[in-house]
C-alpha cells in the first residue's frame, strides 16, 4: 500500500507503512497531489524507498486534507439493505446518490458543527468507504472502473435527519451543512489486485461501535458506483464518491465521531454546535 497525503501547510507527501517522504523526492516531476492521482491509477507511483529524503513517521506529521481541492462530491444512500431497513426505505434499484458542496468539507478532528437547534435537533454521523477518481473519464465500463481510481479513504458524513423526514425533496439541504464531511488526512492506494470486498467499514461514537458491515454487503460495489455515474457526467481527478454507510448514529456537542474502514485508514472528529 502506498499513500497520498499533504502537510498542513501544503506540502505533497509519498509514503508507505515505514513513513512520510516529499512527494517530490520520488516523482520531481509531479508538484502536487492532483498531479500524482493518474500515475496512482496506473499503479505508476514509484517506490518510497527510491527517495532522495528520510521517511518520516506518521505520528510526526502535521496533515492536511489530502487534496488542496477537491472536485464533485458524490454521496450515495441506502447502500447497505440492512441501513436501508433501518430507515424504513425499499432497497433501491439503482444508486440512490445525491452531491454535495465543496463547503461541507473539513478535515481530521473537525469539528463537526452542528446547524442551530431551530433548524436541526437530529443530526446523525455515518462511517462511509470514499473512492477518488484520478483519471478524466466518461462511460467506463464496471471492469474499467478500478483503471480510474486513484485511492480510497475513510470519511464520516453527516445528514441533518429531521429535516429529511420532513420531506424527501430537502436532501440536499439535509446533507449540505458545513462541515457535514470528514475527510481522512490520507488517500491510500492500493497494489493491483487489492479485494475490498472483505474490509469492514465501522462508525464509532464515543468509543462504542454504532453500526459495522463489510464492503461485500453493499448493494452498489465501488466499481458499479463509478461506472454508473460516468455515464451522467465526465468524472475528473479529484472527484469523490462517499459509497454508503452501514448505519447513522445520532450526535450531540461533545461527542466523537470515528469511521474506520479496515487496511484504509480511520478518521475521527469532535462535535460541537
Known amino acids: 500500500m502506498k499513500y497520498l497525503a499533504r502537510t498542513d501547510t501544503g506540502e505533497p507527501l509519498l509514503g508507505d507503512d515505514d513513513g512520510f517522504v516529499p512527494l517530490g523526492s520520488v516523482h520531481p516531476e509531479l508538484d502536487s497531489i492532483r498531479e500524482a492521482l493518474s500515475p496512482a491509477t496506473h499503479g505508476k507511483l514509484r517506490d518510497v524507498a527510491t527517495a532522495t529524503a ?22 450515495i444512500g441506502l447502500n447497505y439493505e440492512e441501513h436501508a431497513g433501518d430507515l424504513d426505505e425499499e432497497r433501491p434499484e439503482e444508486p440512490a446518490s445525491f452531491m454535495k458542496p465543496n463547503s461541507v468539507l473539513t478535515g481530521a478532528g473537525g469539528p463537526i458543527r452542528l446547524p442551530p437547534r431551530e433548524q436541526s435537533d437530529r443530526v446523525t454521523a455515518e462511517a462511509e468507504l470514499a473512492v477518488v477518481i484520478g483519471r478524466t473519464c466518461n462511460g467506463v465500463s464496471e471492469a474499467e472502473a478500478d483503471d480510474v481510481i486513484a485511492g480510497f479513504l475513510p470519511v464520516i458524513d453527516m445528514t441533518a435527519e429531521d429535516v429529511l423526514q420532513r420531506n424527501p425533496r430537502f436532501l440536499t439541504r439535509a446533507k449540505s451543512y458545513d462541515t457535514f464531511l470528514v475527510v481522512g488526512d490520507v488517500i491510500s492506494v492500493p497494489e493491483e489486485g487489492f479485494d475490498l470486498t472483505e474490509l469492514t467499514v465501522t462508525t464509532e461514537v464515543n468509543g462504542e461501535v454504532a ?32 459509497t454508503g454507510t452501514p448505519g447513522a448514529e445520532p450526535i450531540e456537542p461533545g461527542d466523537e465521531v470515528r469511521a474506520t474502514v479496515e487496511s484504509i485508514g480511520s478518521v475521527n472528529s469532535l462535535v460541537k454546535r
Not at 461485500?216 to 463509478?226: A, R, T, W, Y
Open 211 to 242: 453500526a459495522k458491515n463489510v464492503v461485500d454487503n453493499m448493494l452498489f460495489p465501488p466499481q458499479k458506483i463509478v461506472s454508473f455515474h460516468s455515464k451522467v457526467m465526465s468524472l475528473s481527478p479529484g472527484d469523490l464518491f462517499s
Open 54 to 75: 528520510k521517511p518520516v513517521p506518521a505520528e510526526h506529521i502535521s496533515f492536511g486534507l489530502p487534496l488542496a481541492s477537491f472536485g464533485k462530491l458524490w454521496g
